[in-house]
């Protein structure tokens, strides 16, 4: 799904995600020509393994927000949401699963407010450039193992 032109995906169900359901084939992208994009209350998915390594959802150069949208990156091996070349991506009570890490950004701003990130490789959540996050004390981790304690770890290129 390849957006150049500024939308919003609304989910026309108020009660959740659960009930919007897009599987995508590939992966979800936000060019710069789109400037913004809104996604609410969906579920974005990979209905199959895929064999190459990719984001669920990439945005370049533009703004996205996405709120009360479950992303799961489970049939690909890159991260959930991957931001890069001047991307603001504000993330509110969603939840991101599977994947390398929950969230990659690259000379971009993320917010991420009352949201989880799980099922993720156990040795990182975050890789960013310059990261920005707001309502840290609010933001909930969670690890596939209980013997493995999660932290956020920054890696700066």
């Not at 969603?94 to 989880?116: D, E, K, N, P, R």
Request: hydrophobic residues 40%; glycine residues 8%.
């Amino acid at each position: 799904l390849d957006i150049h032109i500024p939308v919003r995906i609304v989910s026309q169900h108020q009660d959740g995600h659960e009930k919007c359901i897009v599987e995508i084939s590939q992966q979800v992208r936000v060019h710069p020509s789109a400037r913004s994009a809104i996604l609410n209350g969906l579920t974005i998915r990979h209905p199959r393994k895929m064999k190459s390594l990719m984001a669920c959802v990439y945005v370049c150069g533009a703004q996205l927000g996405v709120y009360n949208c479950l992303l799961s990156n489970e049939g690909a091996s890159g991260s959930v949401l991957y931001g890069s070349n001047g991307a603001r991506v504000s993330v509110y009570a969603s939840t991101l699963t599977h994947g390398i890490s929950g969230i990659a950004a690259v000379g971009s701003t993320v917010c991420v407010g009352q949201s989880m990130v799980s099922k993720y490789h156990p040795t990182v959540v975050f890789i960013c450039y310059f990261f920005s996050l707001f309502f840290l004390f609010i933001l909930s981790v969670l690890a596939e193992t209980s013997s493995f304690s999660p932290f956020f770890q920054f890696h700066h290129f």
